[in-house]
């Protein structure tokens, strides 16, 4: 191999053999990210709602669509239909994978404003909770996951609004 180099020097460092080397380069490294990005393109299992025994009938509820994917179809929709998008959502009944990132309040009902996020990533999916009814909420740290079911009450391109039918701190 180094025989051979030795002996086309000049014609491997000219600029054909440069680019025919750049070319190959590039080529091995188009190929090897290709495979990675289609890799993590597979649902990860963090993505997914594991097997979690619910206490009511979750047949209603749906996984998809992720919040950061009505978040996606808003902002890709044509500024005077995304309107008719928000719409199209409200009332849906979803359960989804988020993570707990901070509360307000409570009330002196016992009422909390959860601020989740939809897997860690934006955009903001919020509801009002009873600490009464969900009193491990109290010690809920920061990242923690939370599983939420409930209803599309309102929505915009940052956050999604839920009314509540059963949370489950991870």
């Known amino acids: 191999m180094i025989k051979y180099i030795i002996e086309n020097k000049e014609w491997l460092f000219s600029g054909l053999g440069l680019s025919v080397i750049t070319i190959l380069v590039i080529g091995v490294k188009a190929t090897f990210n290709y495979k990675v990005k289609r890799n993590s393109n597979e649902p990860s ?3 997914e709602i594991q097997n979690i025994q619910l206490p009511f009938d979750h047949s209603p509820y749906r996984k ?4 950061s994917e009505i978040r996606d179809e ?22 989804w994978l988020t993570t707990f990132e901070t509360a307000h309040g409570p009330s002196p009902k016992g009422i909390v404003r959860l601020m989740l996020l939809d897997r860690g990533s934006y955009p903001w999916v919020n509801c009002n909770v009873n600490l009464n009814q969900y009193p491990e909420l109290k010690s809920a740290k920061a990242k923690s996951e939370i599983l939420i079911s409930g209803t599309i009450k309102n929505l915009d391109s940052g956050s999604i609004e ?8 991870q």
């Open 162 to 169: 839920l009314i509540p039918d059963f949370i489950h701190l």
């Open 64 to 67: 998809r669509p992720y919040p």
């Open 45 to 47: 299992k963090k993505n």
């Open 74 to 95: 808003i902002n890709n929709a044509p500024p005077l239909q995304r309107d008719a998008v928000i719409e199209s959502y409200i009332g849906l009944k979803v359960t």
